[in-house]
């Protein structure tokens, strides 16, 4: 039987898995860095003080990468709280997780770690296996040469040959490197012709220190672009006349796309429609997997009220979880209808305009009588306020008390001051999203929030994640 410290414990997991899905410390519409930062900070302190294994357990959800790293940094700075148990547990989440993450991100972890003085045997092992591990170590030596050097060192990692001697030695002209790629390094000091050899990123200082024509030089390096330094260049790389850097938009994640076309002006979008509306529909397909089809009838209200447009530092980021969202139910459902804030219907021209009127979309979308009503937006409901909470709480109550059709709120914004996403009704679950790939896992995990599943039941949904996690890597 559950316990009340069971079913605080069960809300405490669920509010920080929202915070970690959704937050990253930056600036939001609603609070600033510092703001989300502080928030935040206070949520890890707090699960991990009280609830030590289910705070290691969520690095197997669908977190972002800036909670993951802020996880693992205070996993291993805190090893001598630890079991040995708990240590082994973490040990292969922690090494999963950074396989994960971007290997910029990994780095900059180890750079906090070396800061923070964290040296643990623990530490040190994590990062030998990780540095071990990595498929190309001339290629980390060349992008990342400080945090690579900065890293062996604080790992206390030996480091032979010629990789040894490019991260310690290769300021002395006498040194000569048999790896192509490091040589390539080495002459594009004073060799223009060797930086087309180079990553775009490492490419572009030299190109800006031997004052390299922006044009030219991105018509040159165009074959050494990855798929998203092609995604965020070509706009650019059309301005300037430098040739084609086309990124394939078929193969780019669904909210990723999302963003890009919303970065888009209204007339690019119009005359680029055909293009754009079927790689989103390709990414969705992608996204939706062997769940095509076999959500019924479903009707989405999605937010495109002026809040959408977030921050400078994540702009427009909501309007794009929704319009990606928006892409996914069409794909998910047998019958789907969007409900725009607004009152548009032309999703690839959307912007974010206007009030939040909640109530009446909401309640315009039970009226179609759907399987599933599935609302994403902040929660900042306005048009008149608290129209929405009432709307829910009637319809729950008195009207559909056997929970005919599911309903389920997606919220893409982390609220600093009530240290979680922003609810609309305590009889909706609410779950935090970061990308709209996640929903249909999201879907399934705001059904704890509910309030009638406890901690038993969320146990063994984290395990079951954890194996499916740990899995993957195996």
Known sequence: METHADLVAAEDVLLFVNAAITATGQREFHSTAREQRLSLDFLHAYLLGNYRDLYAATLALDINDHNAALMVRNLLATAAEATAAQRRTEGRLIARR??????????????ELRRARTNNRRTRAIMRDWLAARPDPALDAVKYRGALKRAARHAHLPLDGELGAFLFRSHRKAVRFDT?????WRRAHYDTTAIYDLPYTVAEGFAAAHRIDRAAFLERIEPRLTRLERLRLQESAAR???GAVAADLTRMPLTRLASYTLGLSLDDRAARRAELTGAL?????RAAGDQAGRWGRVVAVLDDSFSAYGSGHKRRRPLAVALAAHH?????????APLWLSGRSDALLLHPHGPTPLGDRILAGLERAPDRLVIVSDGRDNAPPGLAAEVLRIWRTRLDPDRRVSVVHLNPVYDAAGFDVRRLAPTVPTA????AEDLPALVELAQFAEGRT????LRAH????IDRFLGEAA
Not at 101 to 109: A, T
Not at 180 to 184: K, V
Not at 328 to 336: C, F, G, P, R, S
């Open 281 to 285: 529909r390709a990414a969705a397909r």
């Open 240 to 242: 300037l006349k430098a």
């Open 328 to 336: 996914l139910l069409e794909v998910l459902a047998a019958d789907y």
């Open 462 to 465: 984290l395990s079951r994640r």
């Open 454 to 457: 406890g901690l038993a039941e």
């Open 98 to 111: 950074l396989d994960l993450l971007p290997p910029q991100r990994v780095y900059r972890l180890f750079g």
């Open 180 to 184: 192509p790629l490091l040589d390539s």
């Open 432 to 435: 935090g999203i970061r990308d």
